[in-house]
């Protein structure tokens, strides 16, 4: 089992930065690899980001490649996404996942464990 709890989140303008973090409970968050995913109002939720075991990333290209970068920190259980250049389309809910999979998933089905979200506004 793994707890996941999101932070970071808030309001910023066009053109600027946040960086979310997820801290996971447990000894064993080496283990899976963690994704990112985000949902606006009205939307189903959409795959961000992931890194695996090994720190291999994947983005979703067409949104946020370039723009956003994921990391992670086994020592502090803790991902991180941080997110520049944002635009008014990224507002959305950002969610972290916890996947026990070694295939590289993009789908929401194929993650464990989810945190309950942070808000993520960004104004024009």
């Known amino acids: 089992q793994v707890q996941l709890v999101e932070s970071g989140g808030g309001l910023v303008q066009a053109g600027g930065s946040l960086r979310l973090s997820c801290a996971a409970s447990?000894?064993?968050?080496?283990?899976?690899?963690m994704g990112w995913f985000r949902q606006a109002p009205g939307k189903d939720r959409e795959f961000v980001a992931r890194i695996s075991r090994g720190s291999g990333t994947t983005y979703d290209a067409d949104s946020v490649k370039g723009r956003f970068t994921i990391s992670r920190d086994n020592a502090k259980n803790t991902v991180y996404l941080q997110m520049d250049r944002l635009k008014p389309e990224d507002t959305a809910v950002y969610y972290c996942?916890?996947?026990?999979?070694?295939?590289?998933?993009?789908?929401?089905?194929?993650?464990?464990?989810w945190g309950q979200g942070t808000q993520v506004t960004v104004s024009s």
């Open positions: 996942a916890a996947d026990s999979g070694v295939v590289t998933a993009k789908s929401p089905a194929e993650y464990d464990f």
């Open positions: 447990g000894r064993t968050f080496s283990s899976y690899a």
